[in-house]
């Protein structure tokens, strides 16, 4: 072991890298080229006649591009992750009347061609979407932004389970507040841990809810348009829409992250209208 490391520490592997200049397409246009397929879903063969390249070597450049975007979002991930207090300084009105909120859950499904594995299409199968879906649970911080992203889950799976197998709850503390929907039944395991757990309140075998809960509903719903615009922007992402080939499938949850933190360098899609008016009476 110790010889096999000493060989790979001495060998000269700067001569074995190509120069930018030597090769026929640089690194920025290779990361323009994923970057296109990713935004317009541009299939390999268009991708190839605009870059002036084979379609086998376009495919290869926009996996290995995918795997250096994705490793270098992932090496981010754990800065990515402001505690509550942290957020406190850029936390959007919606936001106040939840006092230590983290993090807002919402699940998002990808339709993906049906799989000629029995076992796999039995996995993969979502009673919600009536087909089979790849599911990933994104969490967006109180500002809007992106903040986590699991990895890609089979679509029979529950969002409990994909939640509670993602590793979310690792990197919470004691006292932060989590907002989901209604369907994430994970209120037990995060009482486990000391952190607390709202979703809009089920009317049960009731005929209507309190005044109290229609309150706590409507203020979860204001709250909840930033994780719903930021599933929206993900789907922006023509490569992510209709039905995905099996062919993307190893790369989809990849994909998905890459997407998901993306929409963190664009504008706002929600425009918070006291912020605004406050700038336009100091100006």
């Not at 649970?137 to 903040?147: F, L, P, Q, R, Y």
């Not at 389970?161 to 993602?166: D, F, G, H, K, Q």
């Not at 709850?169 to 607390?196: N, P, S």
């Not at 023509?238 to 099996?246: A, E, K, N, Q, Y």
């Amino acid at each position: 072991m110790v010889i096999e490391s000493l060989s790979y520490k001495y060998q000269d592997f700067k001569k074995k890298i190509q120069k930018e200049e030597n090769l026929k397409i640089g690194f920025k246009d290779r990361l323009f080229m994923f970057l296109i397929r990713l935004r317009r879903g541009l299939p390999l063969e268009g991708l190839s006649l605009i870059a002036g390249l084979g379609v086998s070597w376009t495919g290869e450049i926009c996996y290995a591009m995918t795997r250096l975007v994705f490793l270098t979002l992932k090496s981010l991930e754990t800065k990515c992750f402001p505690s509550a207090a942290q957020q406190k300084l850029t936390k959007s009105v919606q936001m106040f009347p939840f006092k230590n909120l983290r993090v807002i859950l919402d699940g998002v499904e990808f339709r993906i061609e049906t799989p000629s594995n029995f076992q796999m299409q039995g996995n993969t199968y979502s009673q919600y979407k009536a087909g089979n879906t790849m599911r990933v649970i994104v969490g967006v911080d109180s500002n809007g932004g992106t903040v986590f992203v699991s990895p890609g889950c089979e679509g029979g799976l529950s969002e409990k389970e994909a939640v509670l197998r993602s590793g979310l709850l690792e990197r919470l503390q004691k006292g932060d507040l989590v907002m989901t929907d209604r369907g994430f039944e994970i209120t037990a395991e995060l009482q486990a841990i000391g952190v607390h757990h709202v979703k809009p309140p089920s009317l049960g075998s009731r005929n209507s809810l309190t005044a109290e809960e229609e309150i706590l509903t409507k203020a979860i719903a204001a709250v909840r348009i930033y994780s719903e615009h930021a599933m929206a922007d993900i789907k922006d992402n023509r490569l992510l829409r209709g039905t995905i080939p099996l062919k993307l499938y190893p790369v989809l949850p990849d994909l998905v992250y890459i997407a998901a933190y993306l929409r963190n360098f664009s504008p706002k899609r929600i425009i918070d209208k006291s912020f605004r008016q406050n700038s336009n009476q100091k100006e």
